[in-house]
């Protein structure tokens, strides 16, 4: 009795983020299908190599591919891949890079350094950027390299492919690379309606850390490099930061599973299709603001106080402290309706005790 007034009821699915999901069935079976029997370690096994063959069909290039751990890690060491320690990354004031990875990326080029742009719904905005970079010349000012893209985005929008090319020729008047946080890339690829090759190398994007986790996988993460020369040596900075999986595979197989099968699109299209219905079903209520357009697999809204805290003594877990605030809510690959139609029932009870 005393442990169900301290502890709230225990929910069978969250809303906190895609990554509290489990392993979809696709990435489980491959997962145990490589465990099958003895292979080489350190990948080259013949998983990594029929994963990375995929993502050269995926992309229709051939390109570089790494797996490694983690996001912090995709991101940290692609962008020490682009960078010398004088150099700087410009990226949105919201980015995961700048916010929520510890230094990593400043720690891993040895001090390259984040210069951070405003732009309205988590976007960079070329026209914002480029007084940034132009703003100084000399020789005591990071000199600009790289324009770090989140797609989708912090807040759950898109960019779109004219959005691309338009901060491709800002990268292009000023030498700079274009890396691109693919945190959620496969539920950008469905919001779009395009393919992975026309939101990425097409627009001049030249790597993107490709998120498994997110998607479905029980971890992991891809580094893609379209111009190969940017991948030179990139192996051993993968083995300096301890992100060389010996059984590779177990990384692989499942990145492979969600390949073969087309999982990674089913899982992200099911993502956003849900985060649609607990849009639609929010909006319902008027004291209910959704703070950004929702255009990928998160909602955010801005709830009153007594709600908020409200749902979180009913059990439910979300973050509020992600981009400027807000109740984020996101939808993963197992998602179910049943679920969103509870989480709104005690929103609207507690919106009529909020009265
Ligand atoms: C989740 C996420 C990452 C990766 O985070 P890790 O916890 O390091 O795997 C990177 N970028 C964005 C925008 C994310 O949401």
Not at 5 to 10: N, R, V, W
Not at 57 to 70: H, I, Q, S, Y
Not at 99 to 127: M, Y
């Amino acid at each position: 009795m005393l442990d169900a007034m301290i502890d709230p009821p225990q929910k069978l699915q969250q809303f906190a983020s895609d990554n509290y999901s489990g392993i979809c069935p696709e990435a489980l079976d491959y997962l145990h299908k490589a465990n099958g029997g003895d292979v080489p370690a350190y990948g080259n096994d013949i998983w990594t190599e029929r994963a990375a063959n995929q993502f050269r069909e995926l992309f229709e290039r051939d390109c570089e591919v790494f797996f490694v751990f983690n996001g912090t890690a995709a991101n940290s060491l692609s962008l020490a891949s682009l960078c010398q320690s004088y150099h700087s990354v410009i990226c949105h004031e919201t980015a995961h890079i700048e916010t929520d990875e510890c230094g990593g990326p400043e720690f891993f080029s040895n001090g390259s350094k984040l210069l951070l742009a405003p732009g309205e719904n988590g976007r960079l905005d070329p026209h914002a950027i480029e007084p940034l970079i132009t703003r100084r010349r000399d020789i005591h000012y990071p000199k600009p390299k790289v324009i770090s893209i989140t797609q989708a985005t912090e807040l759950g929008t898109v960019y779109s492919v004219e959005h691309l090319l338009e901060l491709r020729h800002v990268a292009d008047r000023h030498q700079l690379k274009i890396h691109m946080d693919g945190a959620r890339f496969a539920n950008a690829v469905v919001s779009l309606g395009k393919t992975p090759a026309e939101l990425t190398w097409k627009v001049g994007v030249d790597v993107l850390c490709f998120c498994g986790t997110k998607n479905g996988m029980p971890v992991g993460e891809a580094i893609i490099f379209f111009d190969q020369k940017l991948a030179e040596d990139f192996a051993y900075r993968c083995k300096q930061a301890g992100q060389l999986a010996s059984k590779m595979r177990f990384i692989s197989a499942p990145w492979l599973g969600l390949l073969e099968t087309g999982a990674w699109f089913k899982n992200a299209e099911h993502a956003n299709a849900m985060a649609a219905y607990l849009e639609a079903q929010l909006l319902q209520l008027p004291e209910v603001k959704l703070m950004f357009p929702r255009e990928a697999n998160g909602v955010f809204v801005a709830l009153p106080e007594v709600v908020a805290t409200g749902l979180r003594s009913c059990g439910w877990l979300f973050y509020t402290f992600i981009g400027v605030g807000g109740v984020r809510l996101m939808c993963a690959w197992n998602t179910t309706k049943e679920s969103i139609d509870a989480l709104i029932e005690d929103v609207r009870s507690l919106l009529g005790t909020a009265d």
